[in-house]
T-cell receptor, first 109, second 116 residues
Framework: GQNIDQPTEMTATEGAIVQINCTYQ??????LFWYQQHAGEAPTFLSY??LDGLEEKGRFSSFLSRSKGYSYLLLKELQMKDSASYLC??????????WGAGTKLIIKP | GAVVSQHPSRVICKSGTSVKIECRSL??????MFWYRQFPKQSLMLMAT?????????EQGVEKDKFLINHASLTLSTLTVTSAHPEDSSFYIC????????????FGQGTRLTVV
């Protein structure tokens, strides 16, 4: 079956750095996405990786290793507003998005 | 970026009635739209995939006669929850994609459905 794993919850301190990992096993691979979702709101797009390596976008970076079925989202200079759930999703061979359960990130002052 | 508009954002209905939720892509042609349901503290659960002009493909366990999906144009898809029950209370979210394997999914604002 298809499976995406990410930690359920993480806690970090304002101003620090946090890395959220995602491992996947899917039938085919056509890209990996990271989304941010605040409670009661729809997800918003953060990043997209289809080739191995690091994609940097401001305070957020996303890394992909296709051979390891592994990605991480790196958040720097954490702010209180970064408290949210972070969803990892992979497009499989049918171009369908397979979603992880999400990682709830709690930022403490 | 592309915009997907979903409404209503919140709806309360009586048990046994039907509710229609609309999802519109405002500035692009959405060849494919997805409907998700999300229960509290759980991840998105794909309910169905709809392609313009054809019947929706429902995920296993989703009743197609209860959750009617219509994708009549490249900019509009609707989800109708028929004969709603309290257990149908959830957060329903649509997303839309343009053609192309690498395109991201753009999400609507979501609809909070409460059945009383």
């Amino acid at each position: 079956g298809q499976n995406i794993d990410q930690p359920t919850e993480m806690t970090a301190t304002e101003g620090a750095i946090v890395q959220i990992n995602c491992t996947y096993q899917t039938s085919g691979f056509n890209g990996l996405f990271w989304y941010q979702q605040h409670a009661g709101e729809a997800p918003t797009f953060l990043s997209y990786n289809v080739l191995d390596g690091l994609e940097e976008k401001g305070r957020f970076s996303s890394f992909l290793s296709r051979s390891k079925g592994y990605s991480y989202l790196l958040l720097k200079e954490l702010q209180m507003k970064d408290s949210a759930s972070y969803l990892c999703a992979v497009k499989d061979s049918n171009y369908q998005l397979i979603w992880g359960a999400g990682t709830k990130l709690i930022i403490k002052p | 970026g592309a915009v997907v508009s979903q409404h209503p954002s919140r709806v309360i209905c009586k048990s046994g009635t039907s509710v229609k939720i609309e999802c519109r892509s405002l500035d692009f042609q959405a060849t494919t739209m997805f409907w998700y349901r999300q229960f509290p503290k759980q991840s998105l659960m794909l309910m169905a995939t709809s392609n313009e002009g054809s019947k929706a493909t429902y995920e296993q366990g989703v009743e197609k006669d209860k959750f009617l999906i219509n994708h009549a144009s490249l900019t509009l898809s609707t989800l109708t929850v028929t004969s709603a029950h309290p257990e149908d209370s959830s957060f329903y979210i649509c997303s839309a994609s343009e053609a192309g394997f690498h395109t991201e999914a753009f999400f609507g604002q979501g609809t909070r459905l409460t059945v009383v």
